[in-house]
T-cell receptor, first 114, second 112 residues
C-alpha cells in the first residue's frame, strides 16, 4: 500500500538556524504533498503544500521542494524561532478506491533552542 | 467561529463501555474524515464521508461505526471500548478538488 517515510524523527536546532525535514513516498500517482504543523494539544494545521507540477514553493521562512523522479520532498525552515517548535508531518495524497486520502509521515519533533 | 469542532475534548471511560464523539464543520466542505493518532503521534485514516456517503473505510474493527447525518456532521460511535482504543481522534474536512484538510482540535480518549 501507499507509504510515506519521514526523517528525522527529532530535530534540535539553535534559534536562527535552518531546519530541513525530508520525506519519501511510494505511490508514483501521488500529486499533492502538504506539510502540517501540530502544536501541543492541538490538531495538525496546514502550513504549506505543493503539487506535482511544481518543483519548489516558498512562503516567507518556509519552503518545500519536490523531486518527482526520486519521489521525495522536503520542508525547509529558515531563521528558526522558538515558536516554530512543534511536530511537523508531511503527507502525500494517495488513492483510496474512488477517492483520495492523505497518507501521513511519522512526524518530526522540531525543537528550536533560544 | 471554529471551523472544525469536536466534542468532547477529553473522554475517560472504562473498558466495555460505548461512547460517541461528535464533529461539525462550518466550512461548507463536502468531505469529512476521522483520523486516529496513537501514542507515537502516527496519524492514520479511519473513515471518510463525501456528501453523507461512506467512501473510505480502512481496516478498522467493526466496533467503530461512523455516521454522517448531513455533510456538515460526522460522528464516531465506539462499542465495547478496549484499552488499545486509547488515542487522540481527529476529525477533518476538505472540499472535492481542493485537497487541503482542515483538522479539528482532537478528542483524547482514555480507556481504563
Amino acid at each position: 500500500g501507499e507509504n510515506v517515510e519521514q526523517h528525522p524523527s527529532t530535530l534540535s536546532v539553535q534559534e536562527g538556524d535552518s531546519a530541513v525535514i525530508k520525506c519519501t513516498y511510494s505511490d508514483s500517482a501521488s500529486n499533492y504533498f502538504p506539510w502540517y504543523k501540530q502544536e501541543l494539544g492541538k490538531g495538525p494545521q496546514l502550513i504549506i503544500d505543493i503539487r506535482s507540477n511544481v518543483g519548489e514553493k516558498k512562503d516567507q521562512r518556509i519552503a518545500v521542494t519536490l523531486n518527482k523522479t526520486a519521489k521525495h520532498f522536503s520542508l525547509h525552515i529558515t531563521e528558526t524561532q522558538p515558536e516554530d517548535s512543534a511536530v511537523y508531518f508531511c503527507a502525500a495524497l494517495g488513492r483510496g478506491g474512488a477517492t483520495n486520502k492523505l497518507i501521513f509521515g511519522t512526524g518530526t519533533l522540531l525543537a528550536v533552542q533560544p | 467561529d471554529t471551523a472544525v469542532s469536536q466534542t468532547p475534548k477529553y473522554l475517560v471511560t472504562q473498558m466495555g463501555n460505548d461512547k460517541s464523539i461528535k464533529c461539525e464543520q462550518n466550512l461548507g466542505h463536502d468531505t469529512m474524515y476521522w483520523y486516529k493518532q496513537d501514542s507515537k503521534k502516527f496519524l492514520k485514516i479511519m473513515f471518510s464521508y463525501n456528501n453523507k456517503e461512506l467512501i473510505i473505510n480502512e481496516t478498522v474493527p467493526n466496533r467503530f461505526s461512523p455516521k454522517s447525518p448531513d455533510k456538515a456532521h460526522l460522528n464516531l460511535h465506539i462499542n465495547s471500548l478496549e484499552l488499545g482504543d486509547s488515542a487522540v481522534y481527529f476529525c477533518a474536512s476538505s472540499q472535492t478538488g481542493d485537497y487541503g484538510y482542515t483538522f479539528g482540535s482532537g478528542t483524547r480518549l482514555t480507556v481504563v
